[in-house]
């Protein structure tokens, strides 16, 4: 799986960086040769996963829905998902 990081400050929390692994891992158990996106802007991590064939992406949303539920975070998906082949998502920022 390939990650890419846009915008990321310099040092992260160390719950950030847990987060960040325990998700890759969650991804990689479905799909291990999907891609990711991050974008951290002040608001919100903003997440663009495409995963390698489109037969992943129910299996992938099911498992990033309960990953997060665990931690009780809300996400926001995007409305296009069909259509674009891609999973976006955000997490907004609690300040």
């Known amino acids: 799986m390939e990650i890419r990081k846009k915008f990321f400050?310099?040092?992260?929390?160390?719950?950030?960086?847990a987060y960040f692994a325990h998700l890759e891992g969650v991804i990689n158990s479905v799909d291990e040769y999907s891609n990711l996106q991050i974008t951290y802007t002040n608001y919100a991590f903003i997440f663009r996963l495409a995963p390698s064939l489109p037969k992943y992406i129910p299996?992938?949303?099911?498992e990033i829905i309960k990953f997060h539920n665990l931690y009780n975070i809300r996400l926001d998906f995007s409305k296009s998902i069909k259509t674009s082949g891609?999973?976006?998502?955000?997490?907004?920022?609690?300040?």
């Open 59 to 62: 299996l992938l949303i099911e």
């Open 86 to 95: 891609t999973i976006v998502f955000d997490i907004p920022i609690i300040k």
């Open 9 to 17: 400050p310099k040092v992260l929390l160390e719950n950030e960086n």
